[in-house]
């Protein structure tokens, strides 16, 4: 054991805690983590694997890590929950607003000037979490294209929580989910409804029809062919290392075409990660 985890008796004594965490058992679930998401589990996680997992533990009516690790080696379903229960799925509308403000002004209005456009539009969200960022775009291709009906849009939403994804594809939410929307969007894109005693605006089929979720892991092959004109991958490979973000934009860059766009998190770069993209704005790359 390091000197910095035996400094820490909190992370092995049981008198502490309602459930005993010793240090195998952090290990042995970050390297498991590790395994199945790419997400890198750093010594600060520390407390964030024992708070979100004694849920499980509760939930299962488990005495212990121990017995949870035994669990997870015998139990795919429950290595779903594992995964689930890891990941952060924090999301809002039109989060970084100024991607999609380039994304309509830089992308989708050229192509309106395009005669030789094929009219064909494919874009990836990666990492959709409860679906606000690919609604997102799609409400950005509704307003920016006067005839989208006469385009062929697809917008493929993915995230490796099945959770969230279920909460996006029934595309309802609370008016906290959506205050930050205009007016204007909430009457074009969502109808009110009752349910119980709570409001919920209720996703529009126009911008329905638009997206297709899936559940989809970063660390297994790629099952789309492209090529995809726009790819949302934003806030998700900030919690992987430097190799398997290398490992997983070398796979991704292939679905793209030389001038394809790539976004990614505020606080994300492919600096040292990739050279097929070149940095053309705030956190927003296109292939070259």
């Known amino acids: 054991m390091s000197a910095r ?3 820490q008796p909190d992370a092995a004594s049981p008198r502490l805690r ?7 058992d952090f290990q042995a679930l970050r390297s498991l983590v590790k395994s199945l998401t790419g997400i890198n589990l750093t010594e600060q996680k520390r407390e964030l694997v024992y708070g979100r997992l004694t849920r499980r533990l ?3 009516g488990l005495k212990s890590f121990a017995e949870y690790r035994e669990l997870l080696a015998s139990d795919g379903r429950e290595l779903t929950e594992l995964c689930n229960a890891i990941t952060t799925n924090l999301t809002a509308f039109f989060r970084e607003p100024h991607h999609f403000q380039y994304l309509r002004e830089q992308w989708l209005e050229p192509l309106l000037t395009n005669t030789r456009s094929a009219r064909r539009l494919r874009i990836w969200s990666a990492g959709c979490s409860t679906g606000e960022e690919p ?6 291709v509704l307003e920016t294209l006067p005839h989208p009906g006469s385009w062929d849009v697809r917008i493929l939403a993915t995230d490796l929580d099945s959770e969230v994804l279920q909460r996006a594809r029934r595309g309802a939410y609370t008016p906290e989910r959506t205050a930050s ?3 204007e969007r909430l009457e074009r894109f969502f109808s009110a409804r009752s349910e119980g005693r709570t409001t919920v605006h209720q996703v529009a089929p126009e911008l329905a029809s638009l997206v297709t979720f899936k559940q989809l892991n970063l660390m297994h ?6 090529p995809l004109d726009v790819i949302f991958c934003r806030n998700v490979v900030i919690y992987f290392d430097k190799d398997t973000q290398r490992d997983l934009f070398a796979r991704i860059c292939r679905l793209q075409r030389p001038s394809d766009l790539l976004f990614l998190g505020h606080s994300e770069s492919l600096f040292k990660v990739c050279e ?5 704005g705030k956190t927003v790359y296109r292939r070259v």
């Not at 609604?135 to 950005?140: D, G």
């Not at 092959?221 to 492209?226: A, E």
């Open 221 to 226: 092959p790629l099952p789309m062919k492209g």
């Open 181 to 183: 929307l205009s007016r």
């Open 276 to 280: 097929s993209y070149g940095l053309i």
């Open 18 to 24: 309602e459930f005993a965490f010793h240090e195998q």
């Open 135 to 140: 609604y997102s775009i799609a409400m950005t």
């Open 58 to 60: 509760r939930t299962l």
């Open 5 to 7: 985890a035996a400094s």
